[in-house]
């Protein structure tokens, strides 16, 4: 089976531009989360989808939005970037039988992430 | 937030050594998971360890598991350079449910030859 794909690989935008960023999980997966990592907070979640809805989300403004298609592919959106949101955005994806609460915390395959610089 | 915390921050050994790392944890968990990351790129999942189980082997790697002092350890044995890499620990939940994974500062490894 193919990986989780993410495109694009590198992004260079500026200060209040806009980006999305696509993942497209393993073929079956019907869960995709999304992470940033900097070097000053480590790993940290920013939300999961399950069957295009939003299952859970991490503490992140409003500014960061995503969304999931009926074909499992996510994508997040980032409106008028900041500075700090220079990250590597990761994607990973689950086989994940659904459910809203307790979820067991599943293994998750990560994509190659995405580097986001913002000048 | 950060769920765990990981120890040492770095490891430096040589070939043929094992290297163990420490991860701490604050809440109850149903699950520990470790994944390796190579210079920035993806994580790549190695073991997960459910809160039933005391320790798990998967080759080369050894994972113990104390849920009484929230902490789970993973040694590498017989090191080799392509195991240099950031390891971090991740448990489940933090609220919300679901597939949301919490991470440990992560511990950098350097192998050398």
């Known amino acids: 089976k193919a990986g989780v794909t993410q495109t694009p690989r590198y992004l260079i935008k500026t200060r209040g531009q806009q980006v999305t960023l696509s993942c497209s999980p393993i073929s079956g997966h019907r869960s995709v989360s999304w992470y940033q990592q900097t070097p000053g907070q480590g790993l940290q979640f920013l939300f999961e989808?399950?069957?295009?809805?939003?299952?859970n989300k991490g503490n992140f403004p409003g500014r960061f939005s995503g969304r999931q298609f009926s074909n499992s592919r996510s994508e997040m959106n980032v409106s008028t970037l900041e500075l700090g949101d220079s990250a590597l955005y990761l994607c990973?994806?689950?086989?994940?039988?659904?459910?809203?609460?307790?979820?067991?915390?599943?293994?998750?395959?990560f994509g190659p992430g995405t580097r986001l610089l913002v000048l | 937030s950060q769920q765990g915390e990981e120890d040492p921050q770095a490891l430096s050994i040589q070939e043929g050594e094992n290297a163990t790392m420490n991860c701490s944890y604050k809440?109850?968990?149903?699950?520990l998971q470790w994944y390796r990351q190579n210079s920035g790129r993806g994580l790549v999942h190695l073991i997960l360890?459910?809160?039933?189980?005391r320790e798990k082997h998967s080759g080369r790697l050894r994972v113990t598991l104390d849920t009484s002092k929230k902490s789970s350890s993973l040694l590498i044995t017989a090191s080799r350079a392509a195991d240099t890499a950031s390891y971090f620990c991740?448990?489940?939940?933090?609220?919300?449910?679901?597939?949301?994974?919490?991470f440990g500062t992560g511990t950098q490894l350097k192998v050398e030859l």
């Open positions: 989808y399950f069957s295009e809805t939003q299952r």
């Open positions: 360890i459910r809160s039933n189980e």
């Open positions: 809440t109850s968990i149903n699950n």
């Open positions: 991740a448990t489940p939940g933090g609220g919300g449910g679901g597939n949301k994974l919490t």
């Open positions: 990973a994806s689950s086989y994940s039988t659904g459910g809203n609460a307790g979820g067991p915390g599943e293994t998750q395959y």
